[in-house]
């Protein structure tokens, strides 16, 4: 095979790299690492089940990383989760935080235009209680920015969720965590479903 000489010269030298600690993993993931993802997160991390799964595209490679972490050491309990995060080693994680960074995020098309008219209101100019600009924090479509995560073009259902769970739950360890959830207690239910609802628009 005419391509193994290659392939097996960047193990080597990748696993240098590792040992010397000095750079970052760059290697893509393996067909069969990115296949313990793709029944949930989809092949390029767009969900093919929206209403249960998160889309990992575009999402930034260092929020990602953490989440996993976050998942293996119950910080963030979810039961799946933890299960494919005891399997994944730092590179792995690293491998796959960067893959799906550089995918792109499709959007949802517009589903209810009053409430997602509220969504905008909220996301652009902060709530009726007195939080935050989304915007403020996510950037001014909703992108990312270190150190705030990406949250343009996720579904609906799952924003929702987790917007419920910030404000909620009693407390976080994580001052980013705790950070969101001052921003979630400021919001009305209408409004959590509104800004959810227009952020899956969002391309
Ligand atoms: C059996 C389904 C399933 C599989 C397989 C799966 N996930 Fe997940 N993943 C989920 C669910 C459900 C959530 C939402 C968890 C929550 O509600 O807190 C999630 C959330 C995540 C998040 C957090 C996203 C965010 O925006 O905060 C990351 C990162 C993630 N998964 C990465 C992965 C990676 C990488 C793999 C493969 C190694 C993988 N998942 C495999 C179901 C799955
Ligand atoms: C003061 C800055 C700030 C503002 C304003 C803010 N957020 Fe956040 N948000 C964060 C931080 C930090 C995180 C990461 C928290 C973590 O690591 O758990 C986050 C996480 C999130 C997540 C989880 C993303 C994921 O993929 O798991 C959602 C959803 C979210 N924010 C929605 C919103 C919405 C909607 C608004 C506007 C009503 C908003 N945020 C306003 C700082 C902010």
């Not at 095979?1 to 290659?6: D, G, S, V, Y």
């Given at each position: ?6 392939v097996?010269?960047?193990i ?56 996993l972490?976050?998942?293996r ?5 979810h ?38 008219r ?17 915007a ?40 980013l965590?705790t ?16 800004v959810?609802a ?5 391309p």
């Open positions: 095979m005419h391509t193994a000489l290659p097996r010269r960047t080597a030298a990748l696993a240098l790299t590792l040992a010397s600690g000095a750079l970052p993993a760059l290697a893509a993931p393996s067909a069969a690492l990115l296949q313990r993802c793709a029944a949930c997160h989809g092949a390029t991390g767009n969900t093919t089940a929206a209403a249960l799964y998160p889309n990992l595209a575009g999402q930034s490679a260092a929020y990602i990383e953490l989440q972490n976050n998942f050491n119950g910080e963030r309990p039961a799946q989760m933890r299960a494919v995060a005891e399997q994944l080693t730092g590179p792995d994680m690293r491998e796959l935080a960067a893959f799906y960074a550089a995918q792109t995020a499709k959007a949802q098309a517009p589903a209810d235009a009053a409430l997602e509220l969504g905008r209101q909220v996301f652009e100019h902060g709530s009726a209680g007195g939080a935050p600009a989304c403020s924090c996510h950037g001014p479509q909703g992108h990312g920015q270190q150190p705030f995560p990406r949250i343009a073009s996720q579904p609906a259902g799952y924003t929702l969720e987790q917007l419920k769970v910030y404000h909620d739950a009693p407390k976080f360890n994580h001052p965590a950070a969101m959830k001052q921003v979630a207690v400021k919001l009305s239910d209408k409004e959590m479903r509104a959810s227009y952020l899956a628009t969002l």
